[in-house]
């Protein structure tokens, strides 16, 4: 039992790059979130979804799109990186008590 | 809309000192109230809840008492430890705001624990 995984977990891009951060939960979760993690700024939610095949936008989703095509996978994407979007991603996923958090992919545009 | 806030960091306490961390909140509904804990290079994970008001969440001897009159949640530890340094997010629930049963974050407090 992995939990949440995420892949990968460092990356650099240029501006104008594209990516896609994977996270993979073996929980059987329904529920999944996308948060990006700034310094003094806790954790915003980007993107999340309440089951295969849905998502919905979060606090801060633009400059990302995200798929929920296996319920196991939720992919974020960025189609053209710009600095702001310098961060540490984290994947969680959900059973009814509580989110559980992947160890986080750490991104730098420059 | 929903707000969790929690006292700046970074804090800095002496092993087998008492600590405290406070958090406020605000929000529309009946908010369940979490701690998450990040150790270095790691993600977060759960250290208590408290789903009702006078609840009492306790976990590794941290513990935190939901506090509807003052909208707190305030996280303390007897003695700590070296092991306890870590970032700590206070966090809110509200399953009236809609689908999704997202968590609202503070902001994060440091906290550093000296030998």
């Known amino acids: 039992n992995a939990g949440v995984t995420q892949t990968p977990k460092f990356r650099v891009l240029k501006t104008g790059q594209s990516m896609t951060l994977l996270c993979a939960q073996d929980?059987?979760?329904?529920?999944m979130y996308w948060y990006r993690q700034d310094p003094g700024m806790g954790l915003r939610l980007i993107h999340y979804s309440v089951g295969e095949g849905t998502t919905a936008k979060g606090e801060v989703p633009d400059g990302y799109n995200v798929s929920r095509l296996k319920k196991q996978n939720f992919l974020l994407g960025l189609e053209s990186a710009a600095p702001s979007q310098t961060s540490v991603y984290f994947c969680a996923s959900r059973n009814t008590a509580e989110q559980f958090f992947g160890p986080g992919t750490r991104l730098t545009v420059l | 809309g929903n707000s969790v806030t929690q006292m700046e960091g970074p804090v800095t306490l002496s092993e087998e000192a008492f600590l405290t961390i406070n958090c406020t909140y605000t929000a529309t509904g009946y908010p369940s109230l979490f701690w998450y804990v990040q150790y270095p290079g790691e993600g977060l994970q759960l250290l208590l809840k408290?789903?009702?008001?006078?609840d009492k969440g306790s976990n590794k001897g941290f513990e935190a008492t939901y506090r509807k009159e003052t909208t707190s949640f305030h996280l303390e530890k007897g003695s700590v430890q070296v092991s306890d340094s870590a970032v700590y997010f206070c966090a809110l629930s509200d399953w009236n705001t809609g689908g999704g049963n997202k968590l609202t974050f503070g902001t994060g407090t440091q906290l550093k624990v000296e030998l």
């Open positions: 408290a789903t009702k008001a006078d």
């Open positions: 929980m059987n979760h329904e529920y």
